[in-house]
């Protein structure tokens, strides 16, 4: 299975704080996507990206959230002030390289555990 | 009518058995059902997916079945085997003019016994 890394697997921040993100998808595909779990219930779709623009976000992605692709490889998502209730996993995920004919794949990385105190 | 209903919550199987999960969506522009496993502490991997145009799609032990006039679909999981044991989430999308962002159903825990 293609991989998709994100760092890092743990954040601990206190409420408040703002927090960073980073997520690298497979092979500068164009399409990227940010996903969140919290703890014991369904994943829940954020924001996607394409082409270096945001193509659809959810209600979840309020003015305190924020993407970007500071470079070619790199994605990020920033918290600008986190509450306690932005305690979850954040998964991104990435369609296959751009020589797979299954583009409509994702494919999620290991994801971030955030913990606001 | 975005959800995607997930049944059941739990699911204990014997080794060997035949494990049986359910999803039912509301949305008729959906036309991508993919189903993903997780474990503990790992983001969900991709196990098998079905496009409408098709009632069932096999890989291996894992049998995507599709009725697309009843709105759902299943995941069936032939020989079980303990390494099966995880969460299993069915999701949906549209690929069509859709962006393919995936709404999850609730997520099935199955254990497989020995």
């Known amino acids: 299975e293609p991989e998709v890394t994100q760092t890092p697997s743990h954040q601990v921040t206190q409420m408040g704080q703002e927090v960073i993100l980073r997520c690298v998808p497979i092979s500068n595909h164009l399409y990227f996507y940010w996903y969140r779990q919290i703890l014991g219930q369904k994943v829940e779709f954020l924001v996607s990206?394409?082409?270096?623009?945001?193509?659809?976000k959810s209600e979840i992605f309020d003015d305190q959230f924020s993407v970007e692709r500071p470079d070619g490889s790199n994605f990020t998502l920033k918290i600008r002030s986190t509450k306690l209730e932005d305690s979850a996993m954040y998964f991104c995920a990435s369609p296959p390289g751009p020589d797979s004919p299954w583009t409509y794949e994702q494919y999620f990385g290991p994801g971030t555990r955030l913990t606001v105190t | 009518q975005q959800q995607v209903k997930q049944s059941p919550q739990s699911l204990i199987v014997q080794k060997g058995g035949i494990s049986i999960i359910n999803c039912a969506y509301e949305n008729t522009a959906f036309d991508y059902f993919p189903w993903y496993q997780q474990f503990p502490g790992k983001g969900p991997a991709l196990l098998i997916a079905?496009?409408?145009?098709?009632s069932e799609k096999k890989e291996g032990r894992f049998t995507i079945s599709f009725n697309k006039s009843a709105k759902q679909f299943s995941l069936h999981i032939m020989d079980s085997q303990p390494g099966d044991s995880a969460t299993y989430f069915c999701?949906?999308?549209?690929?069509?003019?859709?962006?393919?962002?995936?709404?999850f159903g609730t997520g099935t825990q199955l254990k497989v016994e020995l």
């Open positions: 079905i496009r409408p145009d098709v």
């Open positions: 999701a949906a999308s549209r690929l069509t003019g859709g962006g393919n962002k995936l709404t």
């Open positions: 990206f394409y082409n270096n623009e945001i193509s659809e």
